[in-house]
């Protein structure tokens, strides 16, 4: 790896300010549309098998730098949540399936991920409620499918995504 990696100088990084933006229940609209598409792993994917839980969606790819430094803490929050109710759904923008496996045995990813570069489905899904202009972008959606909180940027560390994630279960359906 060279430097300007290492340092997340990656010109295929689109940058972001790391804003966290948490929607108030009254102020968020209707459910995500469904999507769908394939997975890294070849198995078909659809947004109903998300139905009644938290979810945290990560739009990422393998060679954004910043996708590379929070993938540890992503997985760490999965760890952490992953029986209560709560899914993760990485969206890879970018990649194949090869090289979004690779990143995934790399970095020790453990939760699913959609293939969208061909198709943008999933991207276009978030479109209406919240456009996806920068990678990585983390959301957290409510039980109703409604977006609860964008972190646009890597996140930082577990702690903000872990009480993201628990306000969002706290919450009535």
């Excluded at 979004?100 to 198709?119: H, M, N, R």
């Amino acid at each position: 790896m060279n430097d300007s990696f290492l340092s997340g100088d990656n010109p295929g990084y689109v940058a972001a300010d790391g804003a966290i933006v948490e929607i108030p229940v009254a102020e968020r609209g209707e459910p995500v549309v469904d999507f769908g598409g394939v997975t890294e792993n070849g198995d078909d994917f659809s947004s109903s098998e998300l139905a009644g839980k938290v979810t945290v969606v990560n739009f990422w790819y393998a060679g954004c730098a910043p996708c590379r430094l929070e993938a540890e803490d992503l997985e760490s929050v999965w760890q952490e949540h992953g029986g209560d109710d709560v899914a993760f759904l990485g969206i890879n923008t970018r990649d194949q399936a090869d090289t979004a496996k690779a990143f995934s045995a790399e970095f020790g990813v453990t939760y699913p991920s959609l293939i969208d570069v061909d198709t943008a489905e999933a991207k276009l899904a978030f479109a209406s409620s919240v456009p996806i202009q920068a990678t990585p972008t983390t959301l957290v959606l409510d039980k109703q499918g409604r977006v609860a909180a964008r972190i646009i940027g890597p996140i930082d560390g577990t702690s903000i995504l872990s009480t993201l994630v628990k306000d969002a279960l706290a919450e009535d359906s």
